[in-house]
């Protein structure tokens, strides 16, 4: 999507959407990384120059993968498992099942659901297929850096998460603060955002049509 989209994207689902992320950045929640990732589909057969391409398009890999890159419950379920493997590497949560244990604790000590991991999935300017971006806290106990954290996810995430395009995991450091940014200059926010921002852009795509804030792939304590 374009920034113009961005700023003009005035849907009252966006709106909601924004204002309930932005509560949890005002509560305390500071995410510190962005990441990007796309998923494994046809497209990266035709990435460059690849001869393989057009006879791989005749098989039902084909067919399967485009209609799942599409599938917003597909993409989700990707997520989720991506999302698990985050969490049993960097946050201590070595499965679904201490999450839900984690979260029912909380709630029996009566704390509100607090975010740990926020999912968002776009399908970005060309509307061909959906990509994710995720918004984590600082991994406790590591000295990580917004490139550090890019090598370890790359070279960890792909051998054991098979939906990962080839075309890599990206990571952008998140300055800390709740104060909105309003996109007045936007050269640069995207590589050095703050976490309102970051909100407020990742809901760009919302509408009553697609929602792109994903509670089932995010994961609350």
Request: net charge positive.
């Amino acid at each position: 999507m374009s920034y113009r989209f961005h700023q003009t994207n005035t849907s009252p689902q966006r709106q909601a959407t924004r204002d309930y992320l932005q509560s949890y950045l005002v509560d305390g929640y500071q995410p510190r990384y962005l990441v990007t990732l796309h998923y494994r589909s046809p497209a990266d057969a035709n990435w460059g120059s690849n001869p393989a391409a057009s006879t791989w398009q005749q098989t039902p890999a084909y067919n399967y993968y485009t209609r799942r890159r599409n599938d917003y419950d597909a993409v989700s379920q990707d997520a989720t498992h991506l999302r698990n493997l985050l969490l049993a590497r960097y946050y201590h949560v070595p499965t679904p099942r201490h999450l839900r244990r984690l979260a029912s604790r909380n709630r029996a000590a009566g704390h509100p659901p607090q975010p740990l991991v926020l999912v968002f999935h776009e399908l970005g300017s060309l509307r061909t297929q959906y990509h994710s971006h995720l918004l984590l806290p600082h991994p406790p106990g590591t000295d990580h850096t917004a490139g550090s954290l890019t090598r370890d996810l790359n070279h960890h995430l792909p051998a054991r998460a098979k939906c990962l395009s080839w075309r890599g995991i990206h990571v952008r450091g998140i300055a800390g603060g709740t104060a909105a940014c309003t996109a007045a200059d936007l050269v640069g926010v995207l590589e050095h955002p703050t976490a309102a921002f970051s909100v407020d852009y990742l809901t760009k795509e919302t509408t009553g049509q697609h929602f792109s804030f994903d509670p089932v792939a995010s994961a609350f304590t």
